[in-house]
Nanobody
Framework: QVRLVESGGGSVQAGGSLRLACTVS?????MAWFRQAPGKEREGLVG??????TYADSVKGRFTISRDNAKNMLFLQMYSLQSEDTGMYYC???????????????????WGQGTRVTVSS
């Protein structure tokens, strides 16, 4: 069982930045950040394992994922935020490799409770 707790969400103006954090308890090989905008399905943003990192086109060049295994933390640095980035942000974990599961939320069995990001224009 992996326990995940997100933090760092908030309100920011368009063009601003935020850094999200996820505290990880338990064994997690692949970790990822997802976003769920109001009225939309959960969307995979970026995933990372020991050898690979994958970004969705919607955030490539603006978001950066990092992982501190010594501190059991996962981060998402977000730059140039836009109103379309508004939503609940979730970190998720899986034992399978990123190559095999990609950013499909159905392949991630462990989820945090989410942290809300609101970008105003």
């Amino acid at each position: 069982q992996v326990r995940l707790v997100e933090s760092g969400g908030g309100s920011v103006q368009a063009g601003g930045s935020l850094r999200l954090a996820c505290t990880v308890s338990g064994d997690a090989y692949t970790m990822a950040w997802f976003r769920q905008a109001p009225g939309k399905e959960r969307e995979g943003l970026v995933g990372i394992d020991s050898t690979d990192t994958t970004y969705a086109d919607s955030v490539k060049g603006r978001f950066t994922i990092s992982r501190d295994n010594a501190k059991n933390m996962l981060f998402l640095q977000m730059y140039s935020l836009q109103s379309e980035d508004t939503g609940m942000y979730y970190c998720a974990a899986a034992r399978a490799s990123l190559f095999h599961i990609g950013l499909d939320p159905s392949h991630y069995p462990n989820w945090g409770q989410g942290t809300r990001v609101t970008v105003s224009s």
